[in-house]
């Protein structure tokens, strides 16, 4: 059996162009070639397939269908998958597909590069030898993200650097695997497959905004942003361990017309590390008193990709409230 490359676009397969990074013709012909100078015998089989590459940074909710159904057109003749990705928005995307793919009885790993694949001092070949020796050799049976020498899990993942190799990381979870000269994985690290639930819903891409808190915001501010009868869902990124400013009545509420109005409003922290506790103080647990849900320790791009399927796939708000509170494929603690 084989595992399949699907390449999706990214910083990985561009090339220089008059106005900047562009996709470069010819991608999976010139990987294959470069692969193949490095071939060893511990390499697997793969093939590669290519949708329409784009920038990530031009990534919709979507295009998650898309590629979630490629790989189930597939699903039955390889062993595992590896998706490359732009690095810009390939955290969301790992969240997403690892809600669609609950589950999965196979590994899908993300992975790309910092610099494309046809210039010097590269990234993309370790990237790519990495992501496939675990699509193809090891246990890993969900969503993971490879990058810089380590084996994330996709839902807790996060970009946090613009240029270094090491780009990503998990804050609020350690690594699943570390490579270099040799190889660990955590194997009691790993999400258990559980029952095999795989859903592709139609995304509506303006279904959830997301909001920064910061001193001095107003009312109108909430108001103006779910203005937009598509907008469903609502993220708040609030201060520390949940607050906001219960003091500004203007502020409150704006957020419980916004409930009033049926749209679910769910509080994630600003910080890196750490989660939601909304009923540490007064000014989180205003929040709670007007319907806004705790989002724990998940990340933002994980709670954004969350609340998008919930939205679009389940039937009631009250399953959409029942699923955020709950860890699915260990999104959140």
Not at 183 to 195: D, Y
Not at 224 to 246: D, S
Not at 264 to 282: D, R
Not at 302 to 314: E, N, P, Q, V
């Amino acid at each position: 059996m084989k595992t399949l490359i699907l390449h999706t676009g990214g910083t990985i397969g561009m090339a220089a162009a008059a106005d900047g990074y562009r996709p470069m013709p010819g991608f999976p012909e010139r990987l294959r070639q470069q692969l193949e100078t490095r071939a060893s015998t511990s390499q697997p089989n793969y093939d590669i397939v290519e949708l329409p590459p784009i920038d990530s940074a031009d990534l919709r909710p979507g295009h998650w269908p898309v590629i979630a159904s490629t790989l189930l057109e597939h699903w039955h003749d390889y062993t595992g998958f590896v998706i490359l990705h732009g690095t810009d928005t390939m955290a969301w995307s790992a969240s997403a597909l690892s809600f669609m793919l609950r589950g999965t009885d196979k590994p899908v790993i993300f992975t790309g590069a910092q610099i494309p694949l046809i210039e010097t001092d590269s990234d993309a070949l370790d990237n790519v030898e990495g992501a496939l020796h675990f699509a193809a050799n090891e246990p890993v049976r969900e969503v993971g993200l490879y990058f810089g020498q380590r084996l994330l899990r996709g839902n807790r993942s996060r970009k946090l650097a613009t240029t270094r190799f090491d780009a990503f990381d998990s804050p609020n979870y350690p690594p699943l695997a570390e490579t270099g000269n040799t190889i660990t994985l955590h194997r009691e690290r790993i999400v258990s497959p559980g029952e095999k639930q795989f859903v592709i819903p139609e995304f509506n891409d303006q279904a959830v905004a997301i909001l920064t808190l910061h001193p001095g915001i107003s009312g109108a501010t909430v108001d103006a942003l779910t203005a937009n009868p598509r907008v469903r869902g609502l993220i708040l990124q609030t201060y520390g361990v949940g607050n906001a400013p219960q003091g500004d009545r203007e502020l409150i509420a704006a957020l419980e017309r916004a409930t009033a109005r049926g749209i679910t409003l769910l509080n994630t922290t600003q910080c890196l590390i750490g989660g939601v506790s909304q009923e540490t103080y007064a000014t989180g647990a205003a929040l709670a008193r007007i319907g806004v849900i705790s989002a724990g320790d998940i990340t933002l791009e994980a709670a954004f990709a969350k609340l998008h399927f919930l939205l679009a796939s389940a039937n009631d708000t009250d399953s959409v409230r029942e699923g955020l509170q709950q860890s699915w494929c260990g999104e959140k603690s």
